[in-house]
Structure formats: structure tokens, C-alpha cells
């Protein structure tokens, strides 16, 4: 049988069994956002909806998201354990989709200006742990059909530190729906003192060494890990390394344990193929395809024009959207830029991002030096990021550490060849310029090891070259906007887990 007539026939089997998934995450986009946990959070869904899945999103009701939404129906009121107030569910659509999103509304812990974790000025809001605490107890709620919305899932899928008490209280219930717990990133765990813990009048059951308990402290991301059925991360790699010392965050133990009781995989997030499209990018002035690349040179002029650079189709363009902190490499990123500027490299940077002040601080004074080489705005730009996409030659995304990473299969689509460290997501979506692979036509970007200035600045070297030989350049672009990341893939690799959790319960 040919594979395209075996992978339809997976399809329609998986399709054929309809399965209700709450899916809850306290960042969806457009509604709120951060970052990529957004993303996924609204692409995820979408996708396994579009597989006739019967799935919900919930999420906090935040001042921002209601605002956006307007008026949204009220579906249940619940009282839960710990808090004097009733809590509502409101009902809402996810814009552009019939995907449902619950929204669990509490005035006091999410009607305020700010971010959904900092305030105004960039500080973690003081009652972070209320506040999640009371959104994962209104998700046990709903999951166990307490709010009485009768409609029970069969999984219950959780997403990072703030949904992390869920697995943890629902392994407290029976019957109960199977958990997945799935890893965006490591480096945030929702740890809060034992007073803490106390105060939320939290089941004394969970504060042991195998449950929340996190030398002396409560870890929210460890109720994930112990107690959900399955955990996943977003990429395979990521997978492997969160069970080592470097990336583990002191629960590499606990992690490499629950690996080898096959409890823990790790599926590659896919991207939105509609919204990240060259040929209908609303964003940008000049649409492209492998069929016509031409116009990518012109969103490369307007970018230049938009950030005040001399405009030069020769000139090798990098560009960076991310936030500003040290995983992203955004150090490594301005020192060996700074390098290849000293030494009069025909070369420029445009970066787009916010966050620490000292890396703020650094782009400034790399700007001042070689105002004509460098652009940066600081902030939050949806509409920006797609024309740096479009726009430059090759993207920078040196992470230290990157569970999967958004931007590089951005890059890979618009036929901008990224430039990433060895690790997580960024390891499996991208293949090295070498020369084997080049030949092969496998090469889609560049890779380089150890997280180091010197390593940066080699492979930039490397680009440089290859960038002064057009057809070379152009066929590894070529390759790259083939690459398929479309959901489809991850979506059905999620539906398939779930399968066997249900099986299995
Ligand atoms: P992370 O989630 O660690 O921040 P990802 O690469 O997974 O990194 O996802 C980041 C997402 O946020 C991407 O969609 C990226 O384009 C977007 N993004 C990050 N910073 C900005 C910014 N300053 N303006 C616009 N989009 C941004």
C-alpha cells in the first residue's frame, strides 16, 4: 500500500474516535500572550477540532481578554474549596474558530492591568500562587463536572507551571479523566514558600518528596510531573535533556525516572501555516513563493527603509524577535555581531524584542556604535515580526536552551535560513549547512555546539561566505520553505497519546 493511502487510513481511524479534551493553558492567542506556550495553546486545539475532536480551552478570564472578547455568556457558576467568592465560567469562542474557551472568571485575581504573570512594571504579581491555584481548582472543577456544564472530559491537558496543581488534585479523584502534562519550559517552575502552601489550604496529601513538596518549597510544575499520566515536551530533544543536570533544574531525577517508565515523550510543536504564509501574509507589502522568491528582496528594502538602514540588496541581513533574556543567547548574539561590525563586515542586524534592561542597555550601545549596521525597536510587534521574517537574509536564535522554538520554523517557511545553537527544538527542525548536506539538498539553516561567542562568530563567518554565492544560498532557501511544520503531524501524534491514556485508564 502506498504511505500517503496508510497515513490516510491512520487519519480516518484516529478521526473516527471522537474524544472531549479539556485543554488548559493561562495564555492563548490572540486572546493574551507571551510568548509561544500562545501559540501552541490556540494552534493545538484548532488542529485537532479541524479532527473532529470535541475540545475545549480554558483559561483565566484576564481584564485583557475580556476586553478584547466583550460580552460573554455565563454557563456555570462553582464554589471551590478555599476561596469565600463563587467563581463564573464564562463561554466564549477562540476568534476565527468554533473552538469553545471556558474562561474562568475571578475579578480579584485576574480583572487588573499588567501582564497574565507580572504587573505594569515588569514584577511577578505577589499572588501568582492564589491565582493559579484557583484556576487549576476551577479546572477540576469542570473536569470532574462539578460546575455542572454536563460535559466531561476524557483527557484533561495541561500546559506548564500554572495548570500544574491540576494532575496533582485530580489524582485525588474517582473517577477521574487521564492527564497530560506537556513542558514548554523548564525554567519556570511556580515555586512559593510552605506558607504558601498553607494558605491556599491545598490537600495535605500533596506535600511529600513525591508529590509537590521541592526542597521545602511547593512546586506547582512538580504536580505536573508526578502526577499527570503522561508528560510530553515540545521536542523530541528537549526531551532527552530535561533528564540531565543542565537543563532539569534539580527534577532531571525525578524526569529521567518517569522516561524510563515510557512516561514521557516529546512531540514537536507545529506552526500556524495560515497566519506564517509568505504568499498571504497580511503584514507584509510583498508576497513570495519557491515558485517566486523575487519579492522577498523588496519586504528586505522596506525593512531596511522602516529601520533607517542604507538600503543595499547585497548586504547580508540577520534579524532576532525574542525576548530579551539570557536563554535566548541575545549576549552571544550582540558580542559577535559587534565582532564582524569592528571588522568591517558588510553586514546587518535588526532586532525586535523586550525584556531585561541590561540586554535593552547592550543593543543601544551597539546601535550607537554602527547606527547605520544595526535597527532595533523594543516592544511587543505582531505586525513587525512578520516583516523581519520576510525581510532579512538569515535568523538569529543562539538559545542556550529551547524546548522548540517558533521563530526558526518561521524563518524556515519565508525562506530565511536560521541561524540556532545545537539544542531541544531547534536541534530537530533544523539541518546544518555542511557540505554533505548541502549536496544531499538536505541543509536548511546553520548550527553550531557550544554556547559560546567564538562559536556564534564562526558560524556567522560561515554564513557571510555562503551568502556571497547566491545559487548556494538560494537552493538552501529553497529547501527550507518545503519544510512541512503544518500541526497536522503533532496534532495527530497528541491524538494518538491520548488514545492510549484512555485505553489504558
Ligand atoms: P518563547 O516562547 O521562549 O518566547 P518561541 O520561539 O517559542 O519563544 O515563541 C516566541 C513567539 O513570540 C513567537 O511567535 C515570536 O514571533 C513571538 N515574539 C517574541 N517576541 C516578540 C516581539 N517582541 N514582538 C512580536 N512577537 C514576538
Not at 455542572?148 to 472530559?153: A, I, R, V
Not at 510587534?381 to 542556550?400: C, Q, T, W, Y
Request: proline share 5%; hydrophobic share 40%; aromatic share 10%.
Amino acid at each position: 500500500m502506498p504511505l500517503s493511502v496508510y497515513n490516510w487510513v491512520i487519519v480516518q481511524f484516529w478521526e473516527s474516535i471522537v474524544r472531549k479534551i479539556l485543554f488548559a493553558s493561562s495564555e492563548v492567542h490572540p486572546l493574551i500572550k507571551t510568548g509561544g506556550l500562545a501559540d501552541v495553546s490556540a494552534s493545538l486545539p484548532l488542529a485537532l477540532s479541524q479532527m473532529q475532536q470535541d475540545i475545549r480551552i480554558i483559561m483565566p478570564a484576564y481584564r485583557a481578554t475580556l476586553q478584547q472578547l466583550g460580552e460573554c455568556p455565563l454557563i456555570a457558576t462553582v464554589k471551590l474549596e478555599g476561596y469565600h467568592q463563587p467563581v463564573h465560567i464564562l463561554q466564549a469562542q477562540l476568534p476565527d474558530s468554533d473552538v469553545a474557551v471556558l474562561l474562568v472568571d475571578s475579578p480579584e485575581h485576574f480583572d487588573r492591568d499588567g501582564g497574565p504573570y507580572c504587573d505594569t512594571q515588569g514584577g511577578d504579581w505577589a499572588d501568582n500562587a492564589a491565582r493559579f491555584a484557583l484556576f487549576c481548582r476551577a479546572v477540576v472543577a469542570v473536569a470532574t463536572n462539578q460546575a455542572g456544564l454536563d460535559w466531561q472530559p476524557d483527557v484533561v491537558h495541561c500546559n506548564d507551571w500554572q495548570t500544574g496543581l491540576i494532575p496533582a488534585l485530580l489524582s485525588l479523584e474517582r473517577p477521574r479523566p487521564a492527564t497530560v502534562f506537556t513542558i514548554h519550559n523548564m525554567a519556570y517552575q511556580g515555586l512559593f514558600s510552605r506558607e504558601v502552601f498553607e494558605m491556599l489550604d491545598l490537600p495535605e496529601a500533596l506535600w511529600q518528596i513525591e508529590g509537590i513538596e521541592f526542597y521545602g518549597m511547593m512546586s506547582f510544575m512538580k504536580g505536573g510531573l508526578v502526577y499527570a499520566d503522561h508528560i510530553t515536551s515540545v521536542s523530541p530533544t528537549y526531551a532527552q535533556e530535561i533528564c540531565h543536570y543542565e537543563y532539569g533544574y534539580g527534577l532531571e531525577g525525578l524526569l529521567a525516572l518517569r522516561s524510563e517508565q515510557s512516561r514521557l515523550s516529546g512531540i514537536v510543536n507545529g506552526i500556524d501555516t495560515q497566519e506564517w504564509n509568505p504568499q498571504t501574509d497580511k503584514f507584509i507589502g510583498h508576497h513570495y513563493s519557491i515558485k517566486n522568491l523575487r519579492p522577498k528582496s523588496l519586504n528586505k528594502k522596506a525593512l531596511q527603509q522602516h529601520f533607517f538602514l542604507p538600503e543595499s540588496a547585497e548586504t547580508l541581513m540577520f534579524g532576532m524577535i525574542s525576548r530579551l533574556v539570557s536563554q535566548k543567547g541575545v549576549d552571544l548574539t550582540i558580542d559577535a555581531i559587534h565582532r564582524l561590525l569592528a571588522e568591517g563586515k558588510d553586514i546587518q542586524l535588526v532586532c525586535l524584542g523586550s525584556g531585561e534592561a541590561g540586554f535593552e542597555q547592550d543593543l543601544r550601545v551597539l546601535r550607537a556604535r554602527f547606527p547605520d549596521r544595526v535597527g532595533i525597536q523594543f516592544g511587543y510587534d505582531e505586525a513587525l515580526a512578520h516583516k523581519i521574517e520576510a525581510g532579512v537574509d538569515a535568523f538569529l536564535m543562539p538559545s542556550r536552551f529551547e524546548p522548540c522554538g517558533l521563530n526558526q520554523m518561521y524563518s524556515l517557511r519565508y525562506g530565511t535560513l536560521p541561524v540556532v545553537r545545537n539544542t531541544g527544538g531547534l536541534a530537530d527542525t533544523v539541518v546544518d549547512a555542511s557540505e554533505e548536506n548541502r549536496k544531499q539538498m538536505l541543509a536548511t539553516g546553520f548550527k553550531f555546539t557550544k554556547p559560546t561567542v567564538e562559536d556564534l562568530y564562526d558560524t556567522l563567518l560561515t554564513v557571510n561566505e555562503l551568502f556571497s554565492h547566491p545559487r548556494l544560498w538560494r537552493r538552501m532557501m529553497l529547501t527550507a520553505m518545503v519544510q512541512d511544520f503544518s500541526w497536522i503531524n503533532s496534532a495527530q501524534a497528541y491524538l494518538h497519546l491520548y488514545q492510549q491514556l484512555v485505553d489504558n485508564s
